[in-house]
């Protein structure tokens, strides 16, 4: 929320309306400013476009105006998932991915009475129980919507025990698997939400048969985990929060992380970069992260810049 205008306390005029530049600047509603743009293009790869301010095509050009040509919108349920696959036909920097988030499927499953937040942020109107019917439904629609050329993922699925407790966990896990099967029939990334629940998650995945391509979004282990990760050619998308100042056991896991594996993204409009945390975020502020992340690998941004783009094109095949 913008602060309230005010009157200068040291004999001055009063501020202009609003507040002034100074007020709206420290506003944790204002967007940060554009920062210096990357001298090598790369790709936001993972964002939330029907989430954040303004229409798609600014936010589109605002990340152009830095050096992010590409970004991948993700859904996390079947409102969401038609309009990433619509938008991603629409706008030829778009990509998409489509999945009912992990707290999304036991909310199908079990209702919601109260109509709580599900992973994606927002609040939704309350459901009565659909039963694994209304589960099977659901996901008969994101195979249809994965088969799309538009669509390059499946995605953003997985397991969240921080939001769900254990009456949800096992449609949770149904849902996990069933995404895991969609995504191998069509050839798509799987893209793996992973939250507090990493042991499970790559029990899972052992146990289905993980498909080529999986992207953990926002990745969220240690640097043991990575090296698992690394031993069976998955992808560690690093997010915003990589710059937080308690994140060092994601600086440790980046550090350790195949360079031909690593991507970045902003789970916009989550997760804004140092030294804008708790602003809204958004795919043009991807050059702080990477810059960062730069900085932890010991490398030059532009030789991060390049690697990133061609390992979030190899993981989305575009």
Known sequence: MAETAHTSTHGGAPAAPGGGKRSADRSKDAPPPLPEPLRVAVADSHTHLDMQRGTVDEALAKAASVGVTTVVQVGCDLAGSRWAAETAAAHEAVWATVALHPNEAPRIVLGDPEGNETGGGRPRPARPAGGDAALDEALAEIDALAALPQVRGVGETGLDYFRTGPEGMAAQELSFRRHIDIAKRHGKALVIHDREAHDDVLRVLDEEGAPETVVFHCYSGDAAM??????????????????????????????????DRVLVETDAPFLTPMPYRGRPNAPYLIPLTLRAMADVRGIGEDELATAVAANTARAFGY
Do not use: M
């Not at 690394?230 to 350790?256: I, W």
């Open 226 to 259: 990575a090296k698992v990760c690394a031993e069976h050619g998955y992808y560690l998308s690093f997010a915003g929060n990589v710059t937080f100042k308690n994140a060092q056991p994601l600086r440790d896991a980046l550090a350790v992380a195949p360079l």
